[in-house]
T-cell receptor
Framework: NAGVTQTPKFRVLKTGQSMTLLCAQD?????MYWYRQDPGMGLRLIHY???????AKGEVPDGYNVSRLKKQNFLLGLESAAPSQTSVYFC?????????????FGAGTRLSVL | DQQVKQNSPSLSVQEGRISILNCDYT??????FLWYKKYPAEGPTFLIS?????DKNEDGRFTVFLNKSAKHLSLHIVPSQPGDSAVYFC????????????FGTGTRLQVTL
């Protein structure tokens, strides 16, 4: 019973490098979300998706791109990493398309940009 | 603009006593509130929620109270146990927003022996 799986768990990048974070869920959830957590800031929404092939911007989308080609996967890309993107990234998913619903989170990806 | 606020960064409570974690919000459109618990190196896990049509929801040792007029909610844990030591996040959402959650900054609870 995997739930929401994020890969990788840790990554160190140099400024300007690119990378993709993968989120996979096996619960047949419609909605998926990417958050970042920074000290003293709580979790902030980067991008989200309400279904396969759809994406939308959240609160802090700049510097990130996303894709949802398959229902179970939600990818977060950094095209040119910056030190300000050093953070812990969490993916979440939720089942219901009817409000309200509960989001289920992965274990996170800790990213350092040097 | 912090729409969901948790003004206490940390709280220390003795085992067996009551823990009370507080959360305030400013957006009157919020109609659903959730508490998540987070251990180090893990993702947040859902704990308990409440709809704005209720003022109390209870689940075992956990109770959430909602005061809409004051835009305030609280999480009570009775009795507190050492395993409750974690960071607790308050979150809010409202219909028409793809159930996006707005999180508070979290309160670190430490339950001491």
């Amino acid at each position: 019973n995997a739930g929401v799986t994020q890969t990788p768990k840790f990554r160190v990048l140099k400024t300007g490098q690119s990378m993709t974070l993968l989120c996979a869920q096996d619960m047949n959830h419609e909605y998926m979300y990417w958050y970042r957590q920074d000290p003293g800031m709580g979790l902030r929404l980067i991008h989200y998706s309400v279904g396969e092939g759809t994406t939308a911007k959240g609160e802090v989308p700049d510097g990130y791109n996303v894709s949802r080609l398959k229902k179970q996967n939600f990818l977060l890309g950094l095209e040119s990493a910056a030190p300000s993107q050093t953070s812990v990234y969490f993916c979440a998913s939720s089942y219901s398309t009817v409000h309200p619903n509960i989001q289920y989170f992965g274990a996170g990806t800790r990213l350092s940009v040097l | 603009d912090q729409q969901v606020k948790q003004n206490s960064p940390s709280l220390s409570v003795q085992e067996g006593r009551i823990s009370i974690l507080n959360c305030d919000y400013t957006n009157s459109m919020f109609d659903y509130f959730l508490w998540y618990k987070k251990y180090p190196a893990e993702g947040p896990t859902f704990l308990i929620s409440i709809s704005s049509i209720k003022d109390k929801n209870e689940d075992g040792r956990f109770t959430v109270f909602l005061n809409k007029s004051a835009k305030h909610l609280s999480l009570h844990i009775v009795p507190s146990q050492p395993g409750d030591s974690a960071v607790y996040f308050c979150a809010a959402s409202w219909a028409g927003t793809a159930s996006k959650l707005t999180f508070g900054t979290g309160t670190r609870l430490q339950v001491t022996l």
